[in-house]
C-alpha cells in the first residue's frame, strides 16, 4: 500500500506501519524509513548529499548524466 510520508533523510517512501517520527520540540516532524536514516540523521548528523544512496544525490547523478548526453549530441557532427 501506497503511502505519503516520505523519509527526512534518504527521500524514500515510508510505508503504513513502519518507521520511526521524531517529533522535536520546536513541532517540526521528521519521518524515517530505516533505524539508518534516522542515526545517520539525529546521533551522526550526516549530510545526506554526501551518501549514494539517498534519492537527493540520485537525482543529482541522473541529472549529471543526462547533462552529459546532450553536449555529446550537440558536438556529434555528420559527414
Ligand atoms: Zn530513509
Do not use: H
Not at 11 to 28: K, P, Q, Y
Not at 34 to 60: E, G
Amino acid at each position: 500500500m501506497l503511502s505519503l510520508k516520505t523519509c527526512s533523510f534518504c527521500g524514500g517512501s515510508v510505508n503504513l506501519g513502519e518507521g520511526t517520527l521524531l517529533v522535536r520540540n520546536d513541532g517540526s516532524i521528521n519521518w524515517y524509513c530505516s533505524s539508518k536514516c534516522r542515526k545517520s540523521s539525529v546521533f551522526l548528523k550526516r549530510d545526506p548529499r554526501r551518501f549514494k544512496w539517498t534519492t537527493i544525490t540520485r537525482q543529482a547523478r541522473e541529472k549529471r548524466k543526462e547533462k552529459k548526453k546532450e553536449k555529446k549530441k550537440a558536438t556529434r557532427r555528420d559527414g
